[in-house]
Antibody, heavy 127, light 110 residues
Framework: EVQLVQSGAEVKKPGESLKISCKGS????????IGWVRQMPGKGLEWMGF????????SYSPSFQGQVTFSADKSTNTAFLQWNSLTASDTAMYYC????????????????????WGQGTLVTVSS | QSALTQPASVSGSPGQSITISCTGT?????????VSWYQQPSGKAPKVLIY???KRPSGVSDRFSGSRSGNTASLTISGLQAEDEAHYYC??????????FGTGTTVTVL
């Protein structure tokens, strides 16, 4: 069974750093892109970017480039989302999700939708 | 990379059909067939309903259907049920390994 399990809720002060995690199981973690999605309180979903755990290749939304860092640890099947200096506007629910991938005889291709989601990590930044 | 435009809310009575629109540009919805739709009940994680514009993952009810024409994609829910009350989001591939979500639509079953 494919599962993405995210780390627990965090309460931080402005200026602090934070790293949240997303652990995959039930599939070949290094062969699927992981996406990160932000949902601010009462607002919609925002695509933050992708990381490919197999080689740590990344793609960031222009809105988040330079604001956050994606990383992955193949040995523990875990992806991470990191901030160096949090602000109040980072208060949100953050979801990781697996980008679907199709496998055919002789080739494979990544799809452009998310087929499995983590349960979300609530990050609260407040002085 | 602006969010795709969805109506803020759509409502219908049980058994009726409703359609949610998702308007993008020639750089996303109009260029790529990769439009997906997600259902998010309040307080829960999203779940994929439709991918590649009109394909349904196994386990998703055939009451959900998707289509795309020009710069606009649509999600239709037929035979509306109380359990369909949720937020719905479209999402499009936008080239260069990027995605963009819609603004979201709240569906209310009257």
């Amino acid at each position: 069974e494919v599962q993405l399990v995210q780390s627990g809720a965090e309460v931080k002060k402005p200026g602090e750093s934070l790293k949240i995690s997303c652990k995959g199981s039930g599939y070949s973690f290094t062969n699927y892109w992981i996406g990160w999605v932000r949902q601010m309180p009462g607002k919609g979903l925002e695509w933050m970017g992708f990381i490919f755990p197999g080689d740590s290749d990344t793609s960031y939304s222009p809105s988040f480039q330079g604001q956050v860092t994606f990383s992955a640890d193949k040995s523990t099947n875990t992806a991470f989302l990191q901030w160096n200096s949090l602000t109040a506007s980072d208060t949100a629910m953050y979801y990781c999700a697996r980008r679907s991938h199709s496998f055919y005889p002789g080739y494979s291709r990544e799809e452009n939708h998310f087929d499995f989601w983590g349960q979300g990590t609530l990050v609260t930044v407040s002085s | 990379q602006s969010a795709l435009t969805q109506p803020a809310s759509v409502s219908g009575s049980p058994g009726q059909s409703i359609t949610i629109s998702c308007t993008g540009t020639s750089n996303d919805v109009g260029r790529y067939k990769y439009v997906s739709w997600y259902q998010q009940p309040s307080g829960k994680a999203p779940k994929v309903l439709i991918y590649e514009g009109s394909k349904r993952p196994s386990g998703v009810s055939d009451r959900f259907s998707g289509s795309r024409s020009g710069n606009t994609a649509s999600l239709t829910i037929s035979g509306l049920q109380a359990e369909d009350e949720a937020h719905y989001y479209c999402c499009s591939y936008a080239g260069s390994n990027t995605l963009v979500f819609g603004t979201g639509t709240t569906v209310t079953v009257l």
